[in-house]
């Protein structure tokens, strides 16, 4: 397999490792996928008041590319509003990243965290209105 | 220390140099046709042809008449299999017996005659990589033809009872078959004690070239094998085809050493390998694949839980390994021989085989060491898995969406 020089590179150099406690106010987290398929990725926003995403955090279990597409999702949702990082697509990280058609579901699944993380993040906000 | 390291000897091996300067003179000089009888090129090809065949049956303790040259061991698998399945089958019947956890070249022949109406029982092994014998004479009919088992196991290194299993296949008159490709030189073979009828062999698993293999046909008693290659009647009509010389001198020089040479070369080897052992064995969720006794002694595979198989190996790319994930292929699947073992697939796809031979150096192992060490912690200090795992979560209680 080989892999691009941007996979490569979030790969050596992945942005925002780590995490935020998921009960603080603000946080929601998403986690998606399954040990048994290879790949398991958790990511995390912190949202400001005014709904625009101050932080995110990752952790992936996976391939090269499954950490690479956390690592660039991470760095895209920030600054954004909610409503603006539900915007980002599989499609547009396969091509930043020029995935292989094998890592497709790779991109999906970091989209899928960012919907994860983002209907968290609501269910929270539901909770305490 | 040059990088990366090699250590997919089971893979492959580089061509010793002594092998080839052996096969050279065989390319240009020597090039006659070991066929030729009219002149002295085919009297000196064939002569250097009936030397290594000599050679290779020394290693195994066969007779020379025994064994047959061919492409390679998926090839010998082939002849075997095929051979036996077609010679026999309206015979001694048309159920074949074989393992879960061997080479596909035993496997997709196997299915191939599957398809052609003959009937295959996989055998399970046990969480050790190793098969019951109880279980294999459970599955013994009456019409059962043929039974094929490895010797050595390519994935897990694990050395399967041959002796007992030919004792078996022997009172119920059934022929049987093993692939060795990956034993040559690693273990003892004496094919003059053992009730084998068919032995694949490959040279470069050994220090010899790619593209020669042989077979062994037992001759008392006698086996009979159905051609799969047709031409000039080649090797006592079981395999056509004008002999690869330099490749067959290159073969017998590498069985030859490997004769010699094994003893010491094991006990080396076995040292190199336990220390790489030693040295991750103290690394949290380490977990050795196959059993540890009835193994080869160059070969270590081992699950690092909580990483990713293909991560890691990106990883570790001054590291010439194989993962024992099929990820880089295209598939997701884990590998087949370590779900056979029972291990669930997030440590069969977490799994690296290292392979030792003859050029490791304890500077590469050391290196080895370290590197693994660093690059195991780094990716599970960024895993989800190994985060949960400390809190103490236990993974199996999790509901994961799988896709």
Avoid at chain 1, 119 to 128: C, H, L, S, T, V
Avoid at chain 2, 157 to 163: E, H, L, S
Avoid at chain 2, 387 to 401: H, P, S
């Amino acid at each position: 397999m080989s892999y691009s020089v941007k996979v490569i590179d979030h790969y050596e150099n992945p942005r925002n490792v780590g995490g935020f406690d998921a009960d603080e106010a603000g946080v929601g987290t998403g986690m998606v996928g399954a040990p048994a398929c290879g790949d398991v990725m958790k990511l995390q926003i912190k949202v400001g008041e005014n709904g625009v995403i101050e932080d995110a955090r990752f952790k992936t279990y996976g391939c090269g590319s499954a950490i690479a597409s956390s690592s660039l999702v991470t760095e895209w949702v920030k600054g954004k509003t909610v409503d603006e990082a539900l915007n980002i697509k599989n499609a547009q990280i396969a091509e930043e990243l020029a995935l292989p058609p094998v890592k497709i579901h790779c991109s999906i699944l970091a989209e899928d965290a960012i919907k994860a993380a983002v209907a968290d993040y609501r269910k929270k906000q539901g909770g305490e209105a | 220390m040059h990088l990366p390291i090699y250590l997919d000897y089971s893979a492959t091996t580089p061509v010793d140099p002594r092998v080839a300067k052996k096969m050279i003179p065989y390319l240009s000089g020597h090039f006659g046709n070991p066929a030729s009888r009219s002149h002295s090129f085919g009297w000196t090809a064939e002569a250097a042809v009936e030397e290594a065949r000599a050679e290779v049956a020394a290693l195994v303790k066969a007779d020379p008449k025994e064994i047959i040259w061919t492409s390679g061991a998926t090839e010998s698998d082939n002849l075997a299999i095929k051979g036996v399945a077609h010679f026999y089958g309206e015979t001694k019947g048309r159920h074949l017996i074989s393992v879960k956890t061997e080479h596909k070249a035993v496997l997709d022949t196997l299915r191939e005659l599957e398809r052609q109406g003959f009937r295959v029982t996989y055998l399970d092994v046990r969480e050790n990589g190793l098969i019951d014998p109880e279980t294999l004479k459970a599955a013994l009919c009456d019409d059962t033809a043929l039974v094929s088992v490895m010797l050595v196991n390519n994935e897990i290194g694990v050395i399967q009872p041959i002796a007992g299993i030919g004792d078996l296949c022997h009172e119920r008159g059934i022929i049987f078959h093993v692939d060795a490709a990956q034993a040559t030189g690693k273990v003892d073979i004496d094919l003059s004690a053992l009730n084998v009828d068919l032995m694949s062999f490959s040279a470069h698993k050994t220090y010899g070239p790619k593209g020669i293999g042989a077979l062994y046909v037992r001759k008392k008693p006698r086996v009979r094998l159905e051609a799969q290659m047709h031409g000039g009647g080649h090797e006592r009509g079981f395999r056509s085809g004008t002999l690869a010389t330099h490749q067959i001198v290159g073969m017998g020089e590498a069985f030859r050493l490997a004769r010699e040479e094994m003893a010491t070369e094991n006990t080396r080897v076995r040292q190199l390998r336990d220390r790489l052992l030693q040295g991750i064995a103290r690394m949290e969720a380490v977990q050795v694949n196959g059993d540890m006794t009835a193994r080869v002694a160059h070969n270590l595979n081992v699950s690092f839980a909580y990483v990713e198989g293909e991560s890691l190996m990106m990883a570790l790319k001054d590291l010439a390994v194989s993962s024992g994930s099929a990820c880089t292929s295209a598939s997701l699947e884990p590998s087949y021989v370590l779900r056979a073992l029972g291990r669930p697939d997030e440590l069969a796809h977490s799994s690296i085989r290292f392979t030792l031979g003859r050029f490791t150096t304890e500077e590469e192992i050391d290196y080895a060491i370290g590197l693994l060490w660093q690059k195991v912690g780094k990716l599970r200090d960024m895993s989800p898995l190994w985060e949960m795992a400390q809190a103490g979560i236990d993974l199996d209680t999790v509901q994961w969406a799988a896709h």
